[in-house]
């Protein structure tokens, strides 16, 4: 019995040694190898859309964007962010700048375009400069502000599907606050 105790004692003290391996994102699942993520927030604490922004009358801020991607590709994935407001009017309260000022127009979807070029895993900034305008509140989007999505089916996330590759957009994390004071 004393040997049967220590034999179950041996092997429970191998279990907590042995551990379960790293999901590598696409587990050579060929069917993953060209999905990708495109979100806003706390990346590292991720859990919703609670972050906010604060920005100055005649400000400009830089609200980071990421894009996770475990491999680098021969294509440039092309993917759109979006504003939203119910008060405050863009071109009167806010604008859609790039790093250096440059006013960015919307496409006819109401979406600004973002290049990640080769696939490669990155940060790029959405930047909004607030105009002497009104004050309020608006939302940046990695997510089309006119569609649903449905948290339980993972179609209903894809943001950009092509022939070559697919991005998806968190049901948490798709959007940000920005305050204008």
Request: with cysteine.
């Amino acid at each position: 019995m004393k040997k049967l105790m220590i034999f179950l004692m041996i092997v429970a003290t191998c279990g907590l040694f042995t551990s379960c391996g790293d999901d590598d994102w696409g587990n050579n699942n060929p069917e993953m190898e060209h999905i990708y993520y495109y979100g806003l927030g706390n990346v590292k604490f991720p859990g919703g859309n609670e972050l906010k922004y604060n920005v100055n009358q005649g400000e400009t801020i830089a609200i980071p964007t990421y894009f996770w991607s475990a491999y680098t590709r021969s294509y440039s994935p092309v993917v759109a962010y979006y504003t939203s407001s119910d008060k405050l009017v863009l071109g009167t309260d806010y604008q859609v700048v790039d790093k250096d000022g440059k006013v960015l127009s919307p496409d006819n979807n109401g979406g600004y375009s973002m290049t990640w070029p080769n696939a490669k895993q990155g940060s790029q900034d959405v930047y909004i400069k607030a105009l002497n305008g009104a004050t309020g509140s608006l939302k940046v989007l990695t997510f089309d502000p006119t569609k649903k999505m449905d948290q339980t089916d993972v179609s209903s996330t894809i943001i950009v599907k092509t022939n070559e590759y697919e991005v998806r957009a968190f049901t948490e994390n798709y959007y940000v606050t920005v305050n204008i004071k």
